[in-house]
């Protein structure tokens, strides 16, 4: 829309004068100068163009709510989010579906970053559409927020559990996760399951057809970095299938920042992809761990029993050097007799003969 909008204007710097070389500016300067030079071009093309937009608006909390006779918003739409202001005193349909009058391209500053920022002038009238509050869903929510969950460590215990990571195909989430790994593949099996993040229907249908697998994965990573559509992995119908899900489900959603619906409905929440990989890699140290120690325990138990043994063996070597005398006696004895057998019966054929 902004696009479109601003589809025939000039470059942004084409009336600027020719530069002139500067010397010695921190990069915090240069991008001081780039801000202004942007804010300066944004103020001359929207001075005239408002334009009407179908936006969400939801109040932001907490720090940055407001400053001076503004008030700080978010306006979203279709799992964008666009950071806005008002006058206070405006009446705003808060979490309803409106089309607002904005002033387009609006920037402000914010740390090393340049940002865009809408300016809401005027409120119209509802689209009928009422987004729930946070509040409002939390609540709704709430009994499988406070379930018991499934233990997801005692899951990695098992031999070669099974671990599905459902992320985007392009994404890093992936290497982020795994990386840190690389010294336990033997403990653990990986499998990627590709899907739309930014698309509800194919997150919903990923994790409800683990539920069809016999046997189900032993663990699922539903994991992407932040930006643009985090939103849509609230969507009731995901959070339904990670409540009703039998295997044990992790999330790692975002960045540090980024707190959803879904990381407290999940067995187990990371605040990044690269922290679910470290928490994997830990519990897999421990794994190797306690599979070292059975191992040095039944040594140890082996080697508390070797003088036993020894004991045992020269025992049996004895009896065997006994068993071996009496062969040889009974060996001794069954020669004699036969011996014995034989001249009896040669004397019995001689005695036979004389009669």
């Keep these: 829309m902004m696009h479109e909008e601003l ?13 002139v070389a500067l010397e010695g500016l921190s990069l915090r300067q240069v991008m001081q100068m780039i801000h202004r030079g942007i804010d300066a071009w944004v103020n001359q093309e929207q001075h005239s163009r408002p334009v009407w937009v179908t936006a969400t608006p939801l109040p932001k909390l907490g720090k940055g709510e407001s400053m001076g006779n503004w008030q700080f918003l978010l306006l979203s739409n279709n799992g964008i989010q666009v950071e806005g202001r008002m006058e206070k005193g405006l009446a705003m349909p808060w979490n309803e579906e409106s089309r607002l009058l904005v002033s387009l391209g609006v ?17 119209g009238r509802p689209t009928g559409q009422v987004v729930e509050s946070r509040d409002e ?23 070669r559990p099974r671990v599905v990571v459902v992320t985007s195909e392009g994404g ?6 795994t990386e840190p790994l690389r010294e336990f593949t033997s403990l653990v099996t990986l499998q990627r399951v590709g899907v739309r993040m930014t698309d509800p ?14 046997p189900f994965p032993d663990l699922v990573i539903l994991t ?3 930006g643009e559509g985090i939103d849509a992995l609230d969507d009731d119908q995901i959070l339904h299938a990670a409540a009703q899900s039998a295997y044990p489900l992790v999330v790692a959603i975002g960045h540090t920042r980024d707190r959803l619906i879904l990381d407290l409905v999940a067995d187990k929440s990371c605040a990044t992809p690269r922290e679910c990989g470290l928490w994997l890699r830990g519990e897999l140290e421990r794994k190797r761990l ?10 140890q138990q082996a080697l508390k ?14 009896d065997l050097i006994r068993l071996n005398h009496a062969m040889k006696a009974l060996e001794n004895r069954n020669r004699l007799l036969i011996f014995v057998t034989s001249t009896l019966a040669v004397l019995a054929s001689i005695m036979w003969l004389l009669k």
Aim: no cysteine; aromatic share 4%; charged share 25%.
């Design 7 to 19: 589809g025939d204007s000039p470059h942004p710097f084409a009336e600027l004068p020719a530069p």
């Design 107 to 123: 920037v402000e500053w914010s740390g090393s970053r340049v940002l865009p920022q809408l300016t809401v002038l005027q409120v």
């Design 137 to 159: 869903r939390l609540g709704k929510w709430d009994t499988v927020i406070q379930r018991t969950k499934k233990d997801v460590s005692l899951v990695l215990q098992k031999d």
């Design 172 to 177: 890093e989430a992936w290497s982020d996760v």
């Design 201 to 214: 229907q194919s997150v919903r249908h990923a994790l409800e057809a683990f539920q069809q697998q016999n």
């Design 224 to 226: 992407r970095g932040g």
């Design 290 to 299: 306690k599979q070292l120690d059975v191992a040095h325990a039944k040594e």
């Design 305 to 318: 029993q070797l003088p036993e043994l020894k004991t045992q063996l020269s025992i049996r070597e004895a």
